[in-house]
């Protein structure tokens, strides 16, 4: 029974070191983040554009199709569906075009809001690096020091509802099966833990679960 239970602790510290090291560890062929399966495409951004809410800005503005639009890319191809589906391409206006009036702060609209949620749902594509090594464990002192920032992409309920479940049985952060062997991270670093949950939550669990705390 004790080798068992030896066997099964070494497997457990073993099995938290590799996820901690893919946590900040830079990625490469042989140790890649988990893919999230979430479309990398920002096409919603374009489906979200309405010309009619638009259309009197620009004519205030004076802005013309071409300044959005271009007209002016030769496609030679003997192929005509192929011709056809460039030339669709080729006249949807890139990121910038939106980005000079909604983003960039030399040309932007004072009208034109900047949050990227006006446009995209789908924020995978967005995701900012420094949002790839821990970011879970560190996003507090850049909410701290810059919260319109994360503003510009998060909405304010999202936060409130990560903290406000912070003490459930929800996997907000942690895998399904982090309960089986959190009493290991627990003692290691208890402080840690402390930084999301309260003292009386792991008392209240362990109780529940008739579970001796002093072991």
């Not at 939106?98 to 995978?124: F, Q, R």
């Not at 909410?143 to 999202?158: G, I, P």
């Not at 209240?204 to 705390?213: A, S, W, Y």
């Amino acid at each position: 029974m004790r080798r068992f239970a030896a066997a099964l602790t070494a497997t457990l510290a073993i099995t938290v070191a590799v996820v901690s090291c893919r946590q900040v560890m830079p990625s490469n062929r042989y140790m890649r983040p988990r893919s999230s399966g979430v479309s990398q495409s920002t096409a919603d951004a374009r489906r979200a554009f309405d010309h009619a809410r638009h259309a009197a800005l620009f004519e205030a503005k004076e802005i013309a199709c071409g300044d959005c639009h271009r007209f002016d890319v030769q496609i030679e191809s003997d192929d005509p569906v192929r011709a056809s589906e460039f030339s669709r391409r080729a006249l949807h206006p890139g990121s910038a075009a939106c980005h000079s009036c909604h983003v960039d702060a030399e040309t932007k609209m004072e009208t034109a809001p900047g949050n990227c949620t006006t446009c995209h749902e789908n924020l995978a594509p967005l995701r900012p690096a420094n949002h790839d090594l821990s970011w879970s464990k560190v996003h507090a002192a850049f909410a701290r020091t810059n919260s319109d920032e994360c503003q510009s992409c998060h909405k304010q309920a999202d936060c409130i509802d990560c903290h406000q479940r912070r003490d459930t049985i929800q996997t907000v952060v942690h895998d399904r099966s982090f309960r089986f062997f959190h009493g290991i991270e627990a003692r290691a670093n208890p402080m840690q833990c402390g930084s999301c949950h309260r003292e009386d939550y792991c008392i209240r669990c362990h109780q529940q679960g008739k579970v001796n705390l002093e072991r």
